[in-house]
């Protein structure tokens, strides 16, 4: 059973992990490749790292592959964040059919802080 629930674990994982590689090289513009590579990847790997801890079974393992899940879980938004803001505020360009540009009018350019 358990066997079954770390390859099932690993196999959606992997699904995951392809959906956000698909992700990356379809789209148009950083902030979507972004959302795709942070969103789908970092649940790829919690998965692949929930699988490992489940097959090796030692108390060890399952601590740092926790640890590890939790700090990836805390890192890979916050830092996707940190990226997406400093490409809006050098400007790299949004794709040719965003409608809505809700940060515009909401920050100054010069501190870069929220109105």
Known sequence: MVNFL???FVLIGSAFALIAALGMLRMPDLLMRMH????AGTLAAGLILLATAMD???LSTTIRALIVIVF???TMPIGAHALGRAAYFIKIPLWKNTIIDELRDHYNEKTHELK
């Open 36 to 39: 795709a590579g942070t969103k």
């Open 6 to 8: 770390c390859g099932m």
């Open 72 to 74: 990836l879980f805390i």
């Open 56 to 58: 090796f079974a030692t």
